[in-house]
């Protein structure tokens, strides 16, 4: 059977698998992000631990201010790539990186007071905009893994561990409490963050108000995002606010085809891809969700059940039930959707699985492959 989709590809003319990115829906999340920039002007970073697809940094820069780091590689291909601002940011910063995480980075956020004792002077020494990060210890993440301000985090400085005597050089400070979150979760957590840490926010100049931020998912709030961000910004005398989703940049643009390698039936059809849960796709078993599919829908809606299961040995590689409108076939693809965000940032070799190619779908109807994967990207890993 051949799935039909309203797609601006043919699933069939990629290889398998392989991640497509829709640079039309790429640019349309763009545009919304930067039209909550004009409005309040606040400044929006693509953080690189969500979406790092650098083929399409050139379109991102024309919207955004710059890129957020985890690492100095990310920081490195934000530097290289990007070409704007570099805000690095880490639960620790090792030693032995930290002089080539400064020649890239024009802002670091410690996370902790002790770090930043460690490394101030020689960040003071090239002029980088240090920060701290804090945790006002509210949650609104119900998920625990990804709760950043869960019972005994170890992301931010507690109001209590808070050192107010060591701020002389700290020019920031940072908070990230959301994952996936609407504008209603910021509105519960700034007055928090206010309460606990706003006597020193006229010593800054600047705040990041973190990732988490589904901006662009269809039900979001952007009126009241807008409204947070301008009463923030004139409370506080027109600080600079930086944010730094990952996800919705990449929300909702991006696609894996794959392809049906067989048909196994254990009391009901369960079909074998050329792709994984647990290589391609990380966060299926981690949040755990179960991504939609073109042309087809959850048990139920269509006459044919089948289980859709990865090709690693993990007996949990699965990705979940759906249901067809026929009976699947060997050789059919099948159109994952919203694969673009923390999925090929967080892939792996598994098995020795190779990583599903990357292409573009342009604005111009062409698809471009834009990476292919073989041995040598798996023999490379390793020693």
């Known amino acids: 059977m051949k799935l039909t989709c309203e797609l601006r590809f043919d699933p069939g003319a990629v290889p398998s698998p392989c991640y497509v990115c829709d640079e039309i829906l790429v640019e349309n999340n763009l545009k919304v992000l930067d039209d909550v920039q004009r409005r309040t002007g606040c400044k929006i970073l693509l953080a690189l631990k969500g979406f790092a697809m650098f083929s399409l940094f050139p379109l991102i820069r024309k919207y955004l201010h710059g890129i957020a780091a985890s690492s100095v590689d990310e920081a490195r291909l934000g530097y290289e790539e990007f070409g704007r601002e570099v805000h690095s940011c880490a639960p620790a910063f090792p030693e032995a990186v930290f002089a080539e995480l400064l020649k890239y980075s024009d802002h670091i956020v410690f996370n902790s007071f002790s770090q930043w004792e460690r490394f101030k002077a020689r960040a003071a020494d090239v002029g980088v905009s240090c920060g701290i990060r804090v945790n006002p210890e509210h949650s609104e993440v119900k998920t625990a893994i990804y709760d950043p301000c869960g019972h005994c985090s170890r992301l931010g400085t ?149 289980r859709l299961g990865g090709m690693t040995c993990l007996a949990g590689d699965v990705i979940g039930d759906y249901s067809f409108p026929e009976p699947l076939a060997v050789g059919d693809r099948l159109v994952f959707t919203d694969m673009a965000h923390y999925t090929m940032v967080k892939n792996n070799t598994f098995n020795g699985i190779r990583l599903p190619s990357i292409a573009i779908a342009g604005a111009d109807g062409e698809v471009r492959l834009v990476r292919t994967f073989g041995y040598e990207d798996y023999r490379n890993r390793l020693s």
């Open 158 to 306: 507690t109001r209590k561990n808070f050192r107010p005597d060591l701020l002389d050089g700290i020019e920031g400070l940072h908070f990230h409490t959301l994952c996936e979150l609407n504008a209603d979760s910021l509105a519960r957590t700034l007055p928090v963050f206010e309460e606990k840490f706003g006597e020193f926010i006229p010593k800054m100049s600047w705040i990041n108000f973190g990732g988490g931020h589904h901006i662009t998912r269809p039900d979001y709030d952007l009126d009241l995002l807008c409204r947070l961000l301008s009463d923030f910004r004139s409370r506080h005398g027109g600080i600079t606010v930086y944010m730094e989703p990952g996800e919705a940049i990449a929300l909702n643009t991006g696609f894996l085809v794959a392809t049906v390698l067989d048909i196994h039936h254990n009391e009901m059809d369960i079909a074998i891809l050329d792709t994984s849960a647990a290589a391609h796709m990380p966060d299926v078993l981690e949040m755990p969700y179960q991504p939609e599919i073109i042309g087809g829908g959850r048990p139920g809606v269509y006459p044919y059940a089948c």
